[in-house]
């Protein structure tokens, strides 16, 4: 793992980051997971899109960019990235009511 590339941690979790376009974009799947504790945060990153879309019709992946992060597998794979404006979006659409 790189500078570029590198994990962060929050609260003893590992959000996987990027650098791109000179900003750091960080997985929202990992980062949703931590704020809503929840088991299987792709899942819920899924279910999540699909609420708010049909709640408010905000598309939450419209905030994200498709790049490639190390998966559990140790192999690249395109994961909805987000920089830190566009976290902060989906925290106020989507994960509102969620955060404890």
Known sequence: MNKDSALVVFQDKKIRRIWHENQWFFSVVDVVGILTDSVDSKDYWYRLKQREKEASGIELSTF?????????????????????????????????????
């Open 64 to 100: 994200c960019r498709q790049l490639k992060l190390i998966a559990e597998d140790s192999k690249l794979r395109e994961t909805d990235c987000a920089n830190t404006e566009a976290l902060f979006r989906i925290i106020q659409y989507g994960l509102k009511n969620c955060l404890h």
